[in-house]
């Protein structure tokens, strides 16, 4: 695949902290990592541009925390920080791997990763590397979804590839209900109105007032983000004008 087959140019990629989880209960799965290292070096020579926004779910979450009785900024700080051991872990992954990588952090750490700026960003995309951006968007009260979302506008990218578990956006828990159905597209409205789990309603509505695209798809199926750049369907997707979401075949789990 080259620059040219790819039907977009610059993507963000959404990963959950989670995500990196893999089958332990917390912190990082190194097998994992390099899974996903493995993934993206398969496009690396693509010419398509890519950044990363990752969550800090994995070793803490700073809503939770905050629902335990912990101040709520202080708790924010704290998931922020998070999100730079994981960005830190996946960039020796892929340095490993021969890809040169950025971390491009919101809160000023020098000796770990460059501070944001986003012609800085920019430039490191143009030139060939990946960018992980950590620590959200440096503010407590915005989750990492908002900081995809932000980043993602800031840079001009043409799409979000939001990474999950399940292979895309369905109308309950697929994991729960087995009548659960799949949307191959649906609106933003109407992740908002269903109130379905795909981002933050922040991030869902800064999307649906840049009219930028999410693509909800399973990180765990080998392939997948080439297929998404190659213009396969793949997962939902999530953008505007259809009124109503078209669904898939129904699938349970």
Known sequence: ???RSSKYKRVLLKLSGEALMGSKSFGIDHKIVQYISRELKGISKSGVQIAIVIGGGNIFRGLEASAEGMERTSADYMGMLATALNALALQNALERNGMPTRV??????????????????????EKGRFVIFACGTGNPYFTTDTAAALRAMEIGADI???ATKVDGVYSSDPMKDRSA???????YLDVLKKRLK?????AISLCMDNDLPIMVFSLMKSGN???ILEGKKVGTVV??????AKRGKSKAH
Not at 181 to 187: A, D, H, N, Y
Not at 198 to 202: A, P, Q
């Open 104 to 125: 491009l952090s919101a809160i000023e750490m020098r000796e770990l990763a460059e501070p944001y700026i986003r012609r800085r960003a920019v430039r490191h995309l």
């Open 181 to 187: 159905k799949r949307f191959t597209e649906i609106t």
């Open 160 to 162: 979000i590839l939001k």
């Open 1 to 3: 695949m080259t620059a």
């Open 225 to 227: 983000i080439r297929r």
């Open 239 to 244: 953008k505007g004008g259809v009124p109503h």
């Open 198 to 202: 795909v981002m933050d309603s922040t």
